[in-house]
C-alpha cells in the first residue's frame, strides 16, 4: 500500500522562548531530538535521572512546564508528542502515525500546551493524576510520561529508512519497571499528571511532510513525578549525612544525668 504524505503542524515561531536543550539520555548516542522538561516558573530545566535504565524528571504540582525539543539534525523532522499517553495535537490516543511538530534542521522550540487551534494550547501544568488531562477523558493508564517520536523526511531520491520500535510498542520489563516505582513511592504523596491549563496564544500553521518511513527513526520518553515520590522510589538519592566520630575527650565538666 503506498504511504501518502501528511499534513502536519509546523512547530510555532516563539524565538524569545527558544532555548538550548540538552540530551535527553545521558551516556546514549545522541538522539536526533532531544528531550527536556522546562519547569516555566522557575525558568529552569529539570534534571534528568537515570534509573533502571529509565530517564525521570522531578515536577512541581501546580506548576506550569514546557515540553522542550531540539532538533539536532541537519534535516527537517516530524516530533509526534505523547503526554500521558496522548497525543498533544489531536487529543487522540498517541500512535506514532498522528499528526505532529515540524522542526527545521538545528530548531529548538518549546511546545508549552495540548493544542487547540492553530492559535493558541492549554498550558501544560503538573497536577495530580485524578486531575491530569488524560484522567479527565477516561485515559489514566499511561499518566506520568512524556514521549516523542521522530521521523526523518523522505528524501528524493529515496534512501533505506531507519526503524526503531513505535511508541505503543513499550516493552513488558518497561511496564513491570513502571509499575515496581508506583509501589515504592505509593505511600508518599498523590503521583503527578498533566492538567490542561490556561489557554495561551501559541501560533503554529500546517506545512506538508512525507515520512522516509512508517516507523519512527527514534522513540524517546521521559517520566515525571513530584520530587519526594522520586525519592521515595529511590530514582533521586538522597546524600546520607556524616556520622561524627566518638571523641574521648570532648571537655567539659560532668553534668548531672537526666
Same mark, same amino acid.
Given at each position: 500500500?503506498?504511504?501518502?504524505?501528511?499534513?502536519?503542524?509546523?512547530?510555532?515561531?516563539?524565538?524569545?522562548?527558544?532555548?538550548?536543550?540538552?540530551?535527553?539520555?545521558?551516556?546514549?548516542?545522541?538522539?536526533?531530538?532531544?528531550?527536556?522538561?522546562?519547569?516555566?516558573?522557575?525558568?529552569?530545566?529539570?534534571?534528568?535521572?537515570?534509573?533502571?535504565?529509565?530517564?525521570? #524528571?522531578?515536577?512541581?504540582?501546580? +506548576?506550569? %512546564? !514546557?515540553? @522542550?525539543?531540539?532538533?539536532?539534525?541537519?534535516?527537517? $523532522?516530524?516530533? /509526534?508528542?505523547?503526554?500521558?499517553?496522548?497525543?498533544?495535537?489531536?487529543?487522540?490516543?498517541?500512535?506514532?502515525?498522528?499528526?505532529?511538530?515540524?522542526?527545521?534542521?538545528?530548531?529548538?522550540?518549546?511546545?508549552?500546551?495540548?493544542?487547540?487551534?492553530?492559535?493558541?494550547?492549554?498550558?501544560? #501544568?503538573?497536577?495530580?493524576?485524578? +486531575?491530569? %488531562? !488524560?484522567? @479527565?477523558?477516561?485515559?489514566?493508564?499511561?499518566?506520568? $510520561?512524556?514521549? /516523542?517520536?521522530?521521523?526523518?523526511?523522505?528524501?528524493?531520491?529515496?534512501?533505506?529508512?531507519?526503524?526503531?520500535?513505535?511508541?505503543?510498542?513499550?516493552?513488558?520489563?518497561?511496564?513491570?519497571?513502571?509499575?515496581?516505582?508506583?509501589?515504592?513511592?505509593?505511600?508518599?504523596?498523590?503521583?503527578?499528571?498533566?492538567?490542561?491549563?490556561?489557554?495561551?496564544? !501559541?501560533?503554529?500553521?500546517?506545512?506538508?511532510?512525507?515520512?522516509?518511513?512508517?516507523?519512527?527513526?527514534?522513540?524517546?520518553?521521559?517520566?515525571?513525578?513530584?520530587?519526594?515520590?522520586?525519592?521515595?522510589?529511590?530514582?533521586?538519592?538522597?546524600?546520607?549525612?556524616?556520622?561524627?566520630?566518638?571523641?574521648?575527650?570532648?571537655?567539659?565538666?560532668?553534668?548531672?544525668?537526666?
Amino acid at each position: 500500500m503506498t504511504f501518502l504524505p501528511r499534513t502536519v503542524l509546523v512547530a510555532a515561531a516563539l524565538a524569545a522562548a527558544l532555548l538550548t536543550a540538552g540530551s535527553a539520555h545521558a551516556g546514549h548516542r545522541s538522539p536526533l531530538v532531544a528531550l527536556e522538561l522546562y519547569d516555566r516558573d522557575t525558568g529552569q530545566p529539570l534534571p534528568i535521572h537515570e534509573h533502571r535504565g529509565r530517564s525521570h #524528571v522531578p515536577g512541581t504540582p501546580g +506548576h506550569r %512546564y !514546557a515540553v @522542550r525539543l531540539r532538533n539536532h539534525s541537519p534535516e527537517r $523532522v516530524l516530533v /509526534v508528542l505523547s503526554v500521558d499517553g496522548v497525543n498533544a495535537v489531536t487529543g487522540e490516543d498517541a500512535d506514532p502515525q498522528q499528526s505532529g511538530y515540524v522542526l527545521e534542521p538545528g530548531q529548538t522550540a518549546d511546545i508549552n500546551g495540548w493544542r487547540k487551534s492553530l492559535s493558541d494550547v492549554a498550558q501544560f #501544568v503538573f497536577t495530580d493524576l485524578d +486531575h491530569s %488531562y !488524560a484522567a @479527565r477523558t477516561g485515559r489514566p493508564a499511561n499518566v506520568g $510520561v512524556v514521549g /516523542v517520536a521522530v521521523f526523518r523526511e523522505k528524501p528524493r531520491p529515496a534512501s533505506p529508512p531507519l526503524a526503531s520500535a513505535p511508541l505503543r510498542e513499550r516493552s513488558k520489563a518497561s511496564a513491570e519497571a513502571s509499575a515496581a516505582l508506583r509501589d515504592e513511592a505509593e505511600s508518599v504523596g498523590r503521583s503527578l499528571g498533566t492538567g490542561h491549563g490556561q489557554r495561551e496564544w !501559541a501560533p503554529t500553521r500546517h506545512t506538508a511532510f512525507e515520512r522516509a518511513s512508517r516507523r519512527p527513526a527514534q522513540v524517546s520518553e521521559l517520566h515525571y513525578d513530584s520530587r519526594e515520590r522520586l525519592i521515595a522510589a529511590g530514582v533521586i538519592p538522597v546524600p546520607q549525612p556524616i556520622a561524627s566520630a566518638p571523641r574521648a575527650f570532648p571537655g567539659g565538666f560532668v553534668p548531672d544525668p537526666r
